[in-house]
């Protein structure tokens, strides 16, 4: 497949797998993708496996992230986790915002915005997630809140940063529902979103963000859904908890 730029796919484990079983799926990942080079490979397992699975990759073409930060560097803030702490597993990216966190821990676009600005000032490649929910799109409010959450969530972030950063277009009504969005509606939006960050920031730097979709990624979707223009990597859920399905993802985006 003939783009630009580079596919990024990431798996985000949520919160599933202990460590031994983090290191029974990242070692047979290494296995079975050892030598693709075409696309940027990420795992994100939970906090508790990112040391010994940091042992398994590190000489890997797998890079390592982490699923969520503080926006503090250190400090009295009990149950948090800084940047810095997760650069100690040569983690490379982190998942901003991701829609469980806006939901369940009511993280709004400012926070994420100073979680992104904190990433970036330790040098990690933040993966900001935006998304309506399935009454936003039905009311035909897709892109007044995808926008509002684009604006808000890389608020600060300097040009630099921003080419740095990975924006998931996660429709929350596509996530871990077997419902995926047309690979239609997703290059709309994903357009729509490099768009406003040619607004913000300049167009150079809109062209060189990649753009990832996540919902429902499958083997027998992914291929339809990178081959759109605007589409530049996947963030997968559940599909990235097997070996198997998660290296077809990959094989199939080549
Ligand atoms: P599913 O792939 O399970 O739908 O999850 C998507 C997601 O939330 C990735 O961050």
Redesign the pocket.
């Known amino acids: 497949m003939d783009k630009e730029r580079k596919l990024i796919i990431a798996g ?1 484990w ?1 919160m599933n797998k202990t460590v031994a079983e983090s290191l029974d799926l990242a070692n047979g990942l290494v296995r079975e993708l050892k030598d693709v080079t075409e696309v940027d490979i990420a795992i994100c397992p939970p906090f508790t496996a990112l040391s010994e699975v940091s042992k398994v990759v590190i000489d890997s073409n797998i890079r390592l992230g982490a699923q969520n930060m503080s926006e503090n560097d250190y400090g009295a803030h009990t149950g948090e986790i800084a940047a810095g702490m997760l650069k100690e597993f040569s983690a490379k990216y982190v ?1 901003l915002g ?3 966190r806006r939901q369940y821990q009511r993280e709004s676009d400012e926070l994420v915005a100073a979680k992104a600005k904190a990433a970036h000032e330790t040098g990690l490649k933040p993966i900001v ?1 935006v998304g309506e929910q399935l009454e936003d799109r039905e009311s035909g409010r897709t892109e007044e809140i995808v926008g509002s959450q684009v604006r808000g969530s890389v608020a600060g972030l300097t040009a630099d940063q921003m080419e740095g950063t990975v924006v ?1 277009y ?1 429709p929350v009504w ?4 077997g419902k995926t969005a047309t690979s239609a509606q997703a290059q709309e939006v994903h357009a729509f979103i490099r768009n406003l960050l040619g607004d913000i920031f300049d167009e150079d730097t809109a062209v060189r963000v990649r753009i990832q979709y ?4 499958k083997p027998d979707n992914a291929r339809e859904l990178m081959g759109q223009a605007d589409v530049d990597g996947a ?6 908890l097997e070996v198997r399905k998660f290296s077809e993802i990959i094989l199939n985006s080549i």
């Open positions: 985000n949520k998942i991701h829609s469980e997630c998931a996660e596509a996530i871990g529902t996540g919902g429902s990624v963030l997968v859920g559940g599909a990235s």
